[in-house]
């Protein structure tokens, strides 16, 4: 989403448990082992719900492919990650193939230089094609989808809901009356988790729907520095809509010492009703718990418009360096196929649709995957803004936070947002910045 912090899904990875990586398989290395056997390295970040189906994916492609070994290596999440990546390609030492954000941290990568061109490469046959404009630079895509796609929006608890005979809001005015009557009944209408400042960034990042469907050139325009948040007065809804839990006694009173982890079991036990955060987390809780919790699309002003941001899944990528491209394609193509997201569900529960062809969620899949294929069905979604624009400031969340505690006013946060955005943009090299 940004570079060069992580971008929010990079944080969220790295806010889950992490666990180290047993190889999974007994020989290391790469190239011809000497047995007849090609071997591949595969290099992802070390969370437990990445490394988990990481190793369901290779003993399936192993499987299908008893020729080729895929030895997997771990590296940090967050920035330490971002700058391990970089290194390693530019000093030629990557993986074979490694997983990791599509979207704007992609043009750091400096792509055409670094990775293996895919543009109409076989290993992309059952990659969705509406995935491609987040690997896609200069007109050349690089990279299949791993895993799935995630919403940016409101995780809800469903028994909450029902109990109070509440209705998903279409509309923002849906969702302040949900919210008073939740008031009502002793519970927290919303959750703040600013102990991880990384989680106040949904209100202005997941309503980017709302704001393509006011202005779909609205990311071109920002791209090139003609719309700005503090003076379009859609796109400074986002902030406005953070201010407001806070000032009408929604927010919960610890959302400063509140960790993510924390937040997410609050939600799940019915202590707080309704959470701005992507649906990845759902992943980290118990099957018993994750059935508890919907997804909805933070609301605009326009219920026939309502709709949903979602976030794409990771990029998988070949390194130019890599001295196995063919077998490093025959993995790609692998993970991007259906075999593949059924090896992937069957390690972690989907959190979202898999944009690969044919690929269905299984019947046990969260409620929260199911209200996004839902969204994606029926059209009624958008690419969040880091994967149709590479602008995105460092400062967001600290913005986010102050917003959000009452310290900044919303108009005040955004137009100090415009001034981070805009160093951002000259450093790299924007026109009309």
Sequence with gaps: MKHPRPSLAIAVVAASSLVPLAACSSSSGSGDSGSG????????????????????????????????????????????????????????????????????????????KTLVDLTNDPALKDTDPSFLPAVTQKGKVYGAPWGTAMGGGILYNKDVYSQLGLSVPKTWAEFESNSEKIKGAGITPVLGTLKDTFTSQLYVLGDFHNVASSNPEWADEYTANKVKYATDPVALKGFEKAAEPKQKGWLNDSAGSTTFAQGIKLLAKGKAAQYPMLTFPISTLPAEDAAKIG??????????????????????????ASKNIEAAKKFVAFVASVAGTEAFSSAVPPTGPYLVKGSKLPDNAPPVAKDMQAYIDSKTSTPALEFISPVKGPSLEQIMVAIMTGQTPPQEGAAQYDADVTKQAKQLGLPGW
Excluded: C
């Design 295 to 320: 997804f909805f699309g933070i609301p605009g002003d326009d219920a026939s418009k309502a709709g949903a941001t979602i976030w794409e899944p990771g990029g998988q990528y070949i390194p130019k």
């Design 37 to 112: 056997k090609t071997e591949i390295t595969l290099l992802t970040d070390n969370a437990e719900s990445t490394v988990k189906p990481a190793k369901a994916v290779i003993a399936a492609f192993e499987k299908a492919n008893p020729t080729i070994t895929v030895n997997a290596e771990t590296r940090p999440g967050g920035a330490e990650g971002d700058n391990l990546v970089k290194t390693k390609l530019s000093t030629g030492d990557m993986a074979d193939v490694f997983w990791y954000n599509s979207g704007s941290l992609l043009q750091a990568l400096s792509p055409e």
